[in-house]
């Protein structure tokens, strides 16, 4: 038996996205609200926990608004789901909680994408996480 | 002749049971076209698994549902919404500096890909090189 202990809870949420030109919702997902913090600039967004991905990724636009010159980053390729994408490393400061920041690495994407990402570097590197798919509960825990 | 005012009438008749029952048959019947779209140029269906109880979703989620016709009008465009109420189109930073200036620090805001294939972007990503 092995015993894990959260600090903070969340709910799944749906997600908008679109199935031949028909608005749609997905079944509720793990999907959480986050704030990006860069020098003074916050912005807050909605980012799915993403087990799958290797590398946590944002839309370029939210690092421009954060005051970052995205294309200075390191350049990192990255295949997906919808198709090649690429990314650049910045490090910033991930919000997830009220009292809980930790300094991160992502990238941001070169083109727009509409589905802020949380994979394994910039995020499961620093956080433990638990889903409980059938009650829609997130559980998470700083990893020390 | 049925009439819905008749029929009305006599479900609120029915037993608790039987109108959860009827509840149920009706959302099977009706299915994904629950949701009309507001906008009558471009008539567009949305679905929603069954799954869900409409009256927790966010609104903004309730009104992108029942607006489809976004979908075309503000492809490559992000779209910042606050409850029910559309407020702008356009790059991130023109969304929520309109927000601002209405008073919303904090909008709602959801990027439209270009093509659809594009929602996937990212998903599942891994290095390639």
Redesign the interface.
């Known amino acids: 038996m092995y015993t894990v202990e959260y600090q903070y809870r969340f709910a799944y949420r749906p997600l908008f996205y679109e199935i031949e030109g028909k608005p749609t919702l997905t079944e509720p997902r793990p999907a959480i609200p986050v704030a990006l913090h860069h020098g003074l600039l916050k912005l807050q967004a909605i980012a799915l926990i993403d087990s799958g991905s290797t590398y946590s990724l944002f839309d370029y636009q939210i690092g421009k608004e954060l005051g970052i010159d995205v294309r200075s980053g390191r350049l990192q390729r990255l295949s997906s789901l919808g198709g090649v994408v690429l990314g650049y490393a910045h490090s910033i400061e991930l919000e997830i909680a009220e009292g809980w920041r930790f300094a991160t690495e992502v990238l941001f994407s070169d083109d727009a994408i509409p589905r802020n990402l949380l994979g394994h570097y910039g995020f499961h590197e620093h956080v433990a996480v638990g889903l409980q798919g059938k009650t829609g509960q997130i559980y998470l825990r700083p990893e020390n | 002749m049925i009439t819905l005012e008749k029929l009305v009438g006599e479900v609120k008749q029915l037993s608790r049971n039987e109108q959860k029952h009827l509840l149920e048959i009706l959302q099977r019947e009706v299915g994904?076209n629950r949701f009309a779209?507001t906008s009558p140029s471009e008539p567009?269906?949305?679905?929603?698994?069954d799954?869900?109880n409409f009256e927790t979703?966010?609104p903004e989620?309730k009104w992108?549902?029942g607006?489809?016709w976004?979908?075309?009008k503000y492809r490559?465009e992000?779209l910042a919404l606050k409850g029910d109420e559309f407020i702008a189109h356009g790059?991130?930073?023109e969304v929520?500096a309109e927000s601002k200036r209405r008073g919303i620090d904090?909008p709602f805001?959801?990027?439209?890909?270009k093509t659809?294939?594009?929602?996937?972007?990212?998903?599942?990503?891994?290095?390639?090189?």
């Open positions: 994904s779209k567009r269906e949305s679905s929603i698994p799954s869900f979703i966010d989620l992108l549902m607006n489809g976004i979908l075309e490559g992000y790059t991130l930073g929520l904090h805001t959801q990027y439209i890909p659809e294939k594009e929602w996937l972007l990212g998903q599942g990503n891994y290095p390639i090189d």
